[in-house]
């Protein structure tokens, strides 16, 4: 073969194999191929025409660039720090700032003054309790901890703290405001409008949480197939009696089991004894239908719109 045959399959080659890394090209090349060979069985002329057919200009692939992916950065809570400086500063005095609280609420807020109960105030508050966070601008946030006594009564106070911006240091930047607490909220109107009479469904529901809380038998013959639950342990309690049982379905309260795969949405009151006394409890239960008989499918952790199986 001369020199300038050789260099054109040469040239060939490297067209092909460039056009080997172009996903748009790929069928272009596996026929160029294909009549290189087929050129080659036939003879010299034939090759050169093959050759001559074949692209040579490839352009370069472009790479991909990485695609950016915007991490959600950690999101500070200076609830707990808050919550642990004001049970500091109530529990401490101006008259010994040698104590363990007044030191603990010095080294959070050095610039913070200390209180100076009177003789005849209210003891320091049982619990403290973070119980709202709002964040006024850049990392600056203002906590309101609610302070509860042993009359019962309790009292809120607003701390201004400031964190960086992942959340790993906090500051108090003043003293705490006495604010008014929270409004209660307006409770929306349940979704467990149907009434259960007793039958199948109550029944069950009263033995699968006497299985759950005090241990009389198995939970897992309660159970649909493929869930998992287990039963509270060591049994708090020592009895368990269904109270009322309300659906969000019809199909709850009917006299008959429904269709096999049927759900029901149910909200099960019971009340639990134990050797300190009596407990008004409630449970959201998710049940399914299956061969005549009411099989739970998860036990709620919230309501029925946001809860989650547990």
């Known amino acids: 073969m001369s020199p300038g045959k050789q260099a054109s399959v040469s040239e060939a080659a490297a067209a092909m194999a460039a056009g080997a890394r172009l996903e748009s090209m790929r069928r272009r090349v596996r026929l160029s191929r294909l009549a290189v060979l087929a050129a080659i069985a036939t003879g010299p002329i034939a090759l050169c025409v093959a050759v001559a057919s074949t692209p040579t200009t490839v352009q370069a692939a472009t790479p991909n660039k990485p695609t950016a992916v915007r991490t959600a950065a950690a999101t500070a809570d200076p609830g707990g720090y808050a919550q642990l400086f004001l049970g500091a500063w109530l529990r401490s005095s101006a008259d010994d700032e040698t104590s363990a609280q007044a030191q603990l609420a010095h080294s959070m807020a050095p610039d913070v003054s200390l209180p100076e109960p009177a003789s005849d105030a209210l003891p320091a508050p049982q619990s403290v309790t973070a119980v709202r966070t709002a964040q006024r601008g850049g990392?600056?946030?203002?906590?309101?901890?609610?302070?509860?006594?042993?009359?019962?009564?309790?009292r809120y106070y607003a701390v201004p703290v400031v964190a960086d911006g992942p959340g790993?240091?906090?500051?108090?930047?003043?003293?705490?405001?006495?604010?008014?607490?929270p409004v209660r909220a307006t409770v929306p109107k349940s979704p467990?409008?149907?009434?259960?009479?007793?039958?199948?469904?109550?029944?069950?529901?009263?033995?699968?949480?006497?299985a759950y809380l005090t241990g009389a038998g198995e939970v897992d013959r309660y159970l649909s197939p493929g869930v998992q639950l287990t039963a509270v342990s060591p049994a708090p309690y020592k009895a368990v009696a269904v109270q009322q049982v309300s659906a969000v379905e019809e199909a709850a309260a009917a006299e008959e089991v429904s269709a096999d795969g049927t759900p029901v949405h149910v909200l099960v009151s019971v009340e639990a004894r134990d050797a300190a006394g009596r407990w008004p409890l409630a449970y959201e239960v998710t049940l399914k239908a299956r061969s005549g008989r009411w099989e739970v499918a998860a036990l709620q952790t919230g309501t029925a719109r946001d809860g989650g199986a547990r």
């Open 139 to 154: 990392n600056a946030w203002s906590v309101t901890v609610a302070a509860q006594y042993a009359d019962g009564s309790v």
């Open 192 to 210: 467990y409008g149907e009434t259960v009479p007793q039958g199948d469904l109550s029944s069950a529901m009263g033995e699968f949480l006497a």
């Open 168 to 181: 790993a240091s906090f500051a108090v930047t003043g003293a705490p405001g006495e604010v008014a607490g």
